[in-house]
C-alpha cells in the first residue's frame, strides 16, 4: 500500500559526499517522521537519521556535524546530505516512515536499501 524507494548510493572516497533521496508513494494520509538507518557487514541496523512532521531532527552521534537530513512533504520525500564521508559509513542506507494510512491505521514502512561504500 505505501512504498519507500530511495536512490543515491555508490561508491566515494574518504571526505567525499553523497546525497540519499526517498520517496513515498501510495495511499498516505500522513507522514508522521521518515528517517535512514544503515546496516554494515556483520552488525545490527542502526539509526542514522530521523526527522518528525513538525521538523525535529535526531542524529547518531556518529554522524552528527557531517550527515544532514531534510523533507520535502509536498512531495513526500526525505534526503540525507552525507558529507565528509569516512570508511565506517560504509553500509546499506534503509529509508524508513511512520505513515497513516487514515486517521486510524499507522503502518511502519521500510526501502529497500542503497549500498553507500566509503573507499579510496
Known amino acids: 500500500q505505501v512504498q519507500l524507494v530511495e536512490s543515491g548510493g555508490g561508491l566515494v572516497q574518504p571526505g567525499g559526499s553523497l546525497r540519499l533521496s526517498c520517496a513515498a508513494s501510495?495511499?498516505?494520509?500522513?507522514?508522521?517522521?521518515m528517517g535512514w538507518y544503515r546496516q554494515a557487514p556483520g552488525k545490527q541496523r542502526e539509526l542514522v537519521a530521523t526527522?518528525?512532521?513538525?521538523?525535529?531532527?535526531n542524529y547518531a552521534d556518529s554522524v552528527k556535524g557531517r550527515f544532514t537530513i531534510s523533507k520535502d512533504d509536498a512531495k513526500n520525500t526525505v534526503s540525507l546530505q552525507m558529507n565528509s564521508l569516512k570508511p565506517e559509513d560504509t553500509a546499506v542506507y534503509y529509508c524508513?516512515?511512520?505513515?497513516?494510512?487514515?486517521?486510524?491505521?499507522?503502518?511502519?514502512?521500510w526501502g529497500q536499501g542503497t549500498l553507500v561504500t566509503v573507499s579510496s
Open positions: 524508513n516512515a511512520g505513515v497513516y494510512l487514515d486517521p486510524v491505521r499507522y503502518h511502519e514502512v
Open positions: 526527522i518528525t512532521s513538525t521538523g525535529i531532527t
Open positions: 501510495g495511499i498516505i494520509f500522513s507522514i508522521s517522521r
